[in-house]
């Protein structure tokens, strides 16, 4: 942090003093700030701090390398449409959490300028027939970079010929590879989980045909098929923003009675966990977000 020193802002601190190249250096406070300038500046802090409590967060999926549908289930394959796979994730993000839009993009994050959303979507069955360009790849890190969420969903590859080739070159940005191996069993109940916030309320997760996930920085891995040490869930720190990458594109889908998978163990719960993590930014932005918002406070005062 960098800290600078305006004339008319000095704080004069009484008492105190510090040798420092040979130099004394003596300071004293004077409080002569006024009080309301100081509760704004906390009630700032304390908004800027508190954003899950405060604040609507939205999310903008991406369609554009194509959308797998499923020859038994029809509808509008695995998106948040109104027929879609995920259409009960978005409806449970919008009911219980502080997420009040889900759109999507058919155009892509070239065309659709992902800079006014909180988290974007990448995943596996939502690009299952080309692969992310140089171009876009790079919109999307600089998306995560200037503090957005994102989250990358993979899946196994024996059961379709799922290219997760097609999204590895945005996870490879963030020290992420969907691979080597596919996980046996193909269902997957685990409470190997890390203590980390995207697993907050979640005692145990639910994966279904997922695949093993490498992880190198600034990934690290926070959850581990139960018994072993295949990463099937990872979390990434970049700039600013946050990024989490899963395994499996199916343990957030419903598309009827027989593939509930959305509701099994506590997946709800970590899908809000996880999106809630995603849409806020790294404290460090936060805190300097509010001492930017008190200096034009204590300088328009």
């Known amino acids: 942090m960098i800290f600078s020193h305006h004339k ?8 105190i003093s510090a040798q420092f190249l040979g130099r004394k250096i003596t300071a004293s406070f004077n409080m002569y700030g006024s009080k309301l300038i100081q509760i704004g500046v906390i009630l700032v802090l304390f908004v800027l701090l508190t954003p899950s409590a405060l604040f609507s ?20 394959g695995y998106q948040p449409s109104q027929n879609g796979y995920y259409r009960t994730l978005a409806e449970h993000l919008v009911n219980n959490s502080d997420f009040t839009t889900i759109d999507i993009t058919s155009q892509g994050f070239l065309t659709d300028d992902p800079a006014g959303y909180d988290v974007i979507v990448v995943c596996l069955t ?3 027939y080309s692969s992310y360009t140089s171009a876009e790849v790079d919109r999307i890190v600089d998306f995560v970079n200037d503090g957005g969420g994102l989250l990358i969903m993979g899946d196994q590859q024996r059961l379709h010929p799922n290219p997760n080739e097609n999204i ?3 996870a490879s940005q963030f020290g992420i590879t969907f691979g080597p191996s ?3 069993p193909l269902s997957i109940y685990t409470s190997d989980l890390t203590d980390h916030p995207i697993f907050d309320g979640v005692d145990e997760m639910f994966m279904y045909a997922a695949r093993e996930l490498s992880v190198s920085g600034p990934a690290f891995p926070v959850a ?7 990463t099937i869930a990872a979390v990434a ?18 598309v009827d009675i027989y593939e509930e998978r ?14 809630n993590y995603l849409a806020v930014p790294e404290p460090a932005t936060l805190v300097i977000l509010g001492l930017g918002a008190a200096f034009l406070i204590r300088k328009r005062g």
């Open 182 to 184: 596919d996980l046996d």
């Open 262 to 275: 959305f509701y099994t163990a506590d997946n709800p719960q970590f899908a809000v966990s996880t999106f």
């Open 224 to 230: 581990w098929q139960e018994g072993t040490t295949i």
């Open 57 to 76: 967060y939205t999310v903008l999926w991406d369609t554009s390398h194509g959308v797998y549908v499923s020859g038994q289930y029809g509808g509008d």
């Open 8 to 15: 008319y802002r000095q704080i004069y601190c009484s008492g």
């Open 126 to 128: 939502s690009a299952f």
């Open 237 to 254: 720190h970049y700039g600013q923003g946050r990024v989490v990458a899963l395994g499996d594109s199916s343990l957030w889908s419903w």
């Open 168 to 170: 590895q070159p945005v």
